[in-house]
């Protein structure tokens, strides 16, 4: 039987399904388990995963030399809570590494006989703040970040047999992927991959629907709005007639949860919110009980550091989320400041029973922030002022330029508000949104209406492949690439 054996590097030899399971647990014993356990049991299990990971990260050239750099010795971190001993690095550290080492940097921890050996496959970021940069996932990193976004979906109710529609493009973008996966491996759910508007247009997406009985939704906020509205102007139904157990999607800085309402009232059914990034998956999700964002705790360690300083910050306080990932080698993924904006929860038990710590909100990203007239504002806090009114459409985009005034340069912003085309009058809606704005931003801005529709090329919407972009900054230095 040897002439039988492939000595090929197959993905399904790469993986030991059953230690896999073993660690990682599967969705209904996961909900049963580890979900469950005690605050000083989970403890346990994150120092455990902690300690085997620094291992890694000191064969690793990138984290080596950074740690040495910062003065830390291989004996100096003997458990989770010396993590702050290590330095975080970022995203602009990790384009260095790439361009200085093309094309997959010295933080990967590869080379050439890793890459034949090993089934990787390549995700990049969004490229919402810059160029989209690349990371190799290797299987196990692969099936455990799909492994954790079936796990949230069972939680809020996914079951065998539902049918899950995914308008989203299964590109070099992580969040589609791990939504098919998650249904398709880890749920018995069945996964309609119909892409985006682009791809399936909005109309074909919801006859679609309709045949096939979508019950489950995951996509981004903007879009799933979209979709009411086509399903009603274009096949005269309500949405509502699916039937939809939940909606899947990533409502941000929804803090006064105009957004979620909003949603829920159009498809009738919950709406749950998550978070993740293309590095660590499912970093953060909600539960029935839609009371904050449970972190997926046995596979990702996060923080929350001050902007400024670095330094941890309390429960409560609004900072940058820095992500530790258990399960992931090549590369590691060890005090990554992801530079999202969050505040994490008072540990207590939820109601659902879960002691897994919640986050509330995602609430932007620290490196969009604009500074105007003194007052650090970001453009996703114009959410709330921009759904206070059932005249928009719910879009937006903030541009900011820099102006003379007086003779000195002045940096200003502009707030383009698209309007339903059905609203009879605009009368004093420039007005209410700038006082709006100007009271939950702290700042005046300029409000600029304009028809709906036309933001949908420069703020990414409309359907469009991708996040919706909420800044175009004109600025000299911002231009030229610097922060």
């Known amino acids: 039987m040897d002439e039988l054996r492939s000595e090929l590097p197959l993905y399904r030899n790469a993986i030991d399904w059953e230690a896999h399971a073993r660690d990682y647990r599967m969705p209904d014993v996961f909900a049963k388990t580890v979900y469950l356990w005690p605050r000083e049991r989970i403890r346990e299990l994150q120092n455990e995963r902690f300690l085997k990971l620094m291992e890694v990260g000191w064969r690793n050239p990138f984290y080596r030399e950074r740690w040495t750099a910062a003065g830390v010795q291989p004996g100096d971190v003997k458990s989770l809570d ?34 034949a050996r090993t089934p990787f496959k390549l995700q990049t970021s969004g490229g919402t703040t810059g160029t989209p940069r690349g990371t190799l996932i290797e299987p196990l990193a692969w099936e455990t970040q799909a492994l954790s976004g079936a796990r949230a979906m069972y939680i809020q109710g996914a079951r065998p047999g539902d049918v899950m529609q995914i308008p989203m493009t299964c590109s070099l973008a992580n969040a589609p992927w791990l939504a098919y996966k998650a249904c398709h491996d880890y749920l018995g759910v069945l996964p309609l991959t119909t892409g985006s508007g682009i791809v399936t247009s909005s109309r074909q997406q919801l006859e679609i629907a309709f045949l096939y009985g979508a019950n489950l939704w995951t996509s981004f906020p903007e879009y799933l709005v979209r979709l009411t509205e086509v399903c009603r102007e274009e096949l005269g139904r309500d949405v509502r007639e699916l039937k939809t157990k939940f909606l899947r999607t990533y ?9 979620r309402r909003d949603l829920e009232e159009r498809w009738g059914c919950p709406v749950y919110d998550t978070y993740g990034t293309h590095e660590i998956g499912t970093g953060g999700f909600e539960c029935p009980h839609q009371n904050g964002l449970h972190l997926m705790e046995d596979c990702v360690y996060l923080e929350v550091v001050d902007v ?19 399960f992931r080698t090549r590369p590691p993924v060890i005090r990554y400041n992801l530079r999202d904006l969050a505040r994490l929860m008072k540990e207590e038990r939820c109601d659902c029973g879960s002691h897994f710590r919640r986050m509330d909100h995602f609430l932007g990203r620290s490196d969009a922030m604009v500074k105007l007239r003194g007052v650090n504002l970001y453009p996703m806090g114009c959410l709330a002022a921009i759904k206070s009114d059932e005249r928009t459409t719910g ?39 700038e006082r709006r704005l100007k009271d939950d931003l702290g700042v005046s801005v300029q409000v600029t209406l304009v028809d709906e ?31």
């Open 82 to 115: 010396d993590i702050v001993k290590l330095p975080t690095y970022t995203s602009d550290d990790v384009k260095d590494s790439l361009q200085n080492n093309p094309p997959y940097g010295d933080f990967h921890g590869v080379d050439a006989t890793a890459m």
């Open 308 to 326: 400024d300083t670095g330094k941890p910050v309390a429960a409560g306080e609004r900072g940058n989320l820095v992500a530790t990932v258990f």
């Open 453 to 483: 529709g036309s933001l949908d090329e420069l703020a990414n919407t409309g359907g469009r492949e991708g996040k919706a972009r909420r800044l175009i900054d004109k600025r000299p230095a911002f231009q030229a690439g610097k922060t």
């Open 251 to 259: 409502l941000g800085p929804d803090i006064e949860g105009t957004l």
């Open 395 to 433: 879009e937006w985009v903030c541009i900011v330029d820099r102006v003379e005034a007086g003779g000195a340069p002045r940096d200003e912003m502009e707030v383009r508000v698209e309007v339903r085309r059905s609203v009879a009058t605009r009368a004093g809606l420039q007005g209410k949104l």
